[in-house]
């Protein structure tokens, strides 16, 4: 992230994929070649990975060609720079650290209404999840040093024009995405399994469960422009509302509303996604003008 918040998008991605890459080969040659295994092999490739890309991004920050070295004088903490990092990181974490929670509320509930095949629909639907959620989260990331960058330089116009571009594609790629998973979530199921029974099963719960797939664009723009512009405090609240406040709550209280239990557990992902987009989007628009004329906080 310190390297493409210094312009360098190119390479910050191949520091990405060089750990990728590398994992992929060492995992068979360890795995299979030297007779490591999986627990051995895969692990011992990971951390080779892991180090390979520490090195490749050290070695970047401590060239000439870097913009900002990383240099010894810089290196003691800071309060004043360490506190507002960390409130901008706190939205981003409680993102992801839910993933774990939802993944328990929804297994144990599917588990009790559905039993296992539910619950093996559900892992099909959460590894297609994230192909619409990792990009969509990889064009907000990709925008929001361009946003923050003219929000300091008080180019509120480039601001504006960067929140709509990067609206527009996310936006429409949720569309896209959502009426793929509509259409023909069969192809989608079929990637994961060859069971006739779980394909069919995944491809019914998918339908209901990415319904409201196609706000998340909204959503997600949305709030990760109030953190490009170091709106700390409503990033962490629109993070827990889809998730903590919506989405959880409704897992257990709308499979008794209906005859299908299974139905009502699934029908709470997107009820929780086209509420929590439309809150946002409100909030944003609402905000955008003050925040533009207020400009950063020294």
Same mark, same amino acid.
């Given at each position: 992230?310190?390297?493409?918040?210094?312009?360098?998008?190119?390479?910050?991605?191949?520091?990405?994929?060089?750990?990728?890459?590398?994992?992929?080969?060492?995992?068979?040659?360890?795995?299979?070649?030297?007779?490591?295994?999986?627990?051995?092999?895969?692990?011992?490739?990971?951390?080779?990975?892991?180090?390979?890309?520490?090195?490749?991004?050290?070695?970047?920050?401590?060239?000439?060609?870097?913009?900002?070295?990383?240099?010894?004088?810089?290196?003691?903490?800071?309060?004043?720079?360490? *506190?507002?990092? =960390?409130?901008? %990181?706190?939205? +981003?974490?409680?993102?992801?650290?839910?993933? @774990?929670?939802? !993944?328990?509320?929804?297994?144990?509930?599917?588990?009790?209404?559905?039993?296992?095949?539910?619950?093996?629909?559900?892992?099909?639907?959460?590894?297609?999840?994230?192909?619409?959620?990792?990009? *969509?989260?990889? =064009?907000?990331? %990709?925008?929001? +040093?361009?946003?923050?960058?003219?929000?300091? @330089?008080?180019? !509120?116009?480039?601001?504006?024009?960067?929140?709509?571009y990067l609206l527009a594609i996310c936006v429409a790629f949720s569309c896209l995405f959502c009426i793929v998973a509509e259409l023909v979530p069969?192809?989608?199921?079929?990637?994961?399994?060859?069971?006739?029974?779980?394909?069919?099963?995944?491809?019914?719960?998918?339908?209901?469960?990415?319904?409201?797939?196609?706000?998340?664009?909204?959503?997600?723009?949305?709030?990760?422009?109030?953190?490009?512009?170091?709106?700390?405090?409503?990033?962490?609240?629109?993070?827990?509302?889809?998730?903590?406040?919506?989405?959880?709550?409704?897992?257990?209280?709308?499979?008794?509303?209906?005859?299908?239990?299974v139905f009502g557990v699934l029908l709470a992902e997107p009820v929780s996604d086209i509420l929590a987009a439309a809150v946002t989007a409100?909030?944003?628009?609402?905000?955008?003008?003050?925040?533009?004329?207020?400009?950063?906080?020294?």
């Amino acid at each position: 992230m310190f390297i493409t918040a210094q312009g360098f998008a190119n390479f910050s991605m191949l520091t990405t994929v060089i750990g990728a890459v590398c994992n992929i080969i060492l995992d068979p040659i360890l795995i299979f070649g030297l007779n490591m295994g999986v627990r051995g092999g895969a692990a011992t490739a990971t951390i080779l990975s892991q180090g390979i890309s520490a090195v490749w991004v050290l070695r970047f920050l401590l060239e000439k060609k870097t913009v900002l070295k990383l240099k010894k004088e810089h290196l003691p903490i800071q309060g004043d720079v360490l *506190l507002p990092c =960390m409130a901008l %990181g706190v939205s +981003p974490f409680v993102m992801q650290s839910t993933e @774990a929670i939802l !993944n328990v509320c929804f297994n144990s509930s599917l588990a009790k209404y559905g039993g296992d095949v539910a619950v093996g629909s559900f892992t099909i639907i959460s590894s297609c999840m994230q192909c619409l959620s990792l990009p *969509l989260m990889g =064009m907000c990331q %990709g925008a929001q +040093p361009l946003m923050s960058f003219n929000f300091g @330089a008080r180019k !509120n116009d480039r601001v504006r024009q960067t929140f709509r571009y990067l609206l527009a594609i996310c936006v429409a790629f949720s569309c896209l995405f959502c009426i793929v998973a509509e259409l023909v979530p069969t192809v989608m199921a079929g990637i994961f399994s060859s069971d006739t029974e779980m394909i069919s099963y995944t491809a019914w719960a998918m339908r209901i469960y990415m319904a409201g797939a196609f706000s998340m664009g909204v959503q997600l723009a949305c709030q990760q422009s109030f953190m490009a512009l170091s709106q700390a405090r409503i990033s962490l609240l629109l993070a827990c509302l889809r998730k903590i406040i919506l989405l959880i709550p409704l897992i257990y209280i709308l499979p008794n509303f209906f005859g299908d239990r299974v139905f009502g557990v699934l029908l709470a992902e997107p009820v929780s996604d086209i509420l929590a987009a439309a809150v946002t989007a409100i909030m944003f628009f609402t905000h955008l003008n003050g925040i533009l004329e207020k400009g950063p906080s020294k």
